[in-house]
């Protein structure tokens, strides 16, 4: 059987700056995502882990670590991640960033979502239990970013759904968030500089031109509070808690 990939590289020519992805029909009936990087083709499970392994017997190394963790609470130990685990870790955050990207690219933003979710906990597992403040610094470095694309997937994914004004409250909750990271890391003056935030800025002023948005439901409850406007505040509650359902 040939099993060199010639020609899946020769008809699908790399671009670099740009993220090449596409799902394909795979062997079982189930779907992969594939994506075109510089030295070939990278191929990704759509569900649990990208490489589909099943670490420990369990769907992600995540779901492993917090196992462990809850085992060592009751037992009334200490847990801190091991240079092994530490290591298995990494890899998974790394597989999840690509098929987080590729989900964008597909706009499959509610994929890319689960993606950013799974990371994020993660990302705080391994802040509880880290060996240490380089390894913590290493990935707390990166929250800002997956955060950035979990509001990206989120805003788009109201639009998509006829949404707009929700799409401008996951934006304003998504700058919220950037807000906190550059506050705990000490960078607030920097933040307005940012290309993430100016991004985001950019997508919520779009939006509002656009679908001639003014003050969304949560920033007339918000305003609502302010002026202790109590009877106005509980009839916006109602009116977003019926929007929800």
């Excluded at 700056?17 to 799902?23: F, S, T």
């Excluded at 990207?101 to 990371?119: E, F, G, I, K």
């Amino acid at each position: 059987m040939n099993q060199d990939i010639d020609n899946v590289l020769r008809d699908w020519e790399y671009k670099p700056g740009v993220v090449q992805a596409r799902l394909v029909d795979a062997p079982g009936g189930r779907q992969v995502i594939q994506m075109r990087v510089d030295l070939g083709v990278l191929q990704l499970e759509v569900d649990a882990r990208p490489d589909g392994a099943h670490p420990h017997g369990h769907d992600t190394y995540y779901e492993y670590l917090h196992d462990r963790s809850r085992a060592a609470q009751r037992a009334g130990s200490k847990f801190v991640l091991s240079e092994e685990e530490s290591q298995e870790a990494d890899r998974e955050f790394m597989q999840f960033y690509h098929r987080r990207v590729c989900w964008l690219a597909l706009r499959q933003y509610a994929r890319a979502m689960r993606d950013a979710d799974h990371t994020l906990t993660f990302m705080d597992l391994v802040k509880r239990h880290s060996p240490g403040d380089e390894y913590t610094q290493a990935h707390e470095q990166y929250r800002g970013f997956v955060l950035f694309h979990r509001t990206q997937a989120a805003s788009a994914l109201q639009v998509e759904k006829n949404n707009p004004e929700q799409a401008v409250d996951e934006v304003r909750s998504g700058l919220e968030k950037l807000k906190a990271f550059f506050l705990e890391f000490g960078l607030e003056e920097q933040m307005e500089e940012d290309p993430m935030v100016q991004h985001l800025k950019k997508i919520e002023s779009t939006l509002r031109e656009q679908y001639d948005i003014g003050a969304t439901l949560h920033e007339q409850l918000e305003q609502a509070i302010a002026a202790e406007d109590y009877e106005r505040a509980a009839q916006l509650r109602d009116a977003l808690n019926k929007r929800k359902r």
